[in-house]
């Protein structure tokens, strides 16, 4: 008998409000000699005081083999109490050498030329307090910030993706960001390796996810989320 378990993310609580596991493998099971069995869930990350909700799943090898690692909001009062955490065998421990605070809410597995490194975006993210970033990296097991201190908290990055526009592989967020002002820019930006550049004007709405897909007429950059206009342009909440 063959196995396939495929780790995947659940938000749910449980009635008397404490966390449940947020974290679940699918399994299936297949012979030769008899019918595939259907699919079901199987609790193989137990934990009861981890995150409230996961945000986002990627396997993504560090350095020391393929790895799970999970994005949530950092709290104090848990432990590891990290936004980012790795899975172990038989347990979770930060991603990094220090913990990162802020909220993960995305990650992407890019190559800027400097080496394959795990990005994360969300708010307020950072190993210290001038470190806070919408969008940090883990560079072998430390967290670099690429967007600046947002003294504000108006970045909020919601999505990342890789996206080969014709002149090669871009890192692509998603989300409003800071601008000096309390309503920020929303919108979509692209990391060119030193900085972020918008990508063909301002939403009137968050942009909140990202995907790039061939519809046979080559392959396009789609932005879904909750705006009506892209820089000017009427849009049923995707771009």
Request: net charge negative; with cysteine.
């Amino acid at each position: 008998m063959t196995r396939w378990e495929y780790p995947l993310s659940r938000h749910e609580r449980n009635r008397s409000g404490s966390l449940a596991c947020l974290l679940g493998a699918l399994v299936a099971s297949a012979s030769a000699q008899s019918p595939p069995c259907e699919p079901e869930w199987s609790n193989q990350f137990p934990w009861t005081s981890v995150y409230d909700s996961i945000s986002s799943v990627i396997e993504f090898d560090s350095g020391s083999g393929p790895a799970l690692f999970v994005g949530g909001q950092s709290a104090q009062s848990l432990l590891p109490s990290s936004a980012v955490l790795r899975w172990q065998p038989g347990y979770w421990c930060d991603a990094g050498a220090v913990e990162l605070g802020g909220a993960a809410r995305c990650f992407a597995s890019f190559d800027d030329g400097s080496g394959e490194m795990l990005y994360v975006g969300g708010s307020s993210l950072g190993a210290t307090l001038a470190g806070q970033s919408g969008v940090v990296r883990l560079n072998s097991r430390s967290w670099e910030p690429l967007m600046p201190y947002d003294p504000l908290n108006t970045t909020h990055v919601h999505a990342l993706c890789v996206y080969d526009d014709g002149y090669g592989p871009s890192l692509y967020a998603a989300g409003g960001f800071y601008s000096g002002t309390p309503a920020g820019h929303r919108g979509v930006t692209r990391w060119n390796g030193r900085k972020w550049l918008p990508v063909g004007g301002w939403f009137d709405g968050f942009a909140l996810s990202l995907c790039a897909f061939d519809d046979g007429g080559g392959t396009k950059l789609y932005a879904g989320g909750g705006f009506s206009q892209a820089a000017g342009t009427p849009a049923s909440r995707r771009g």
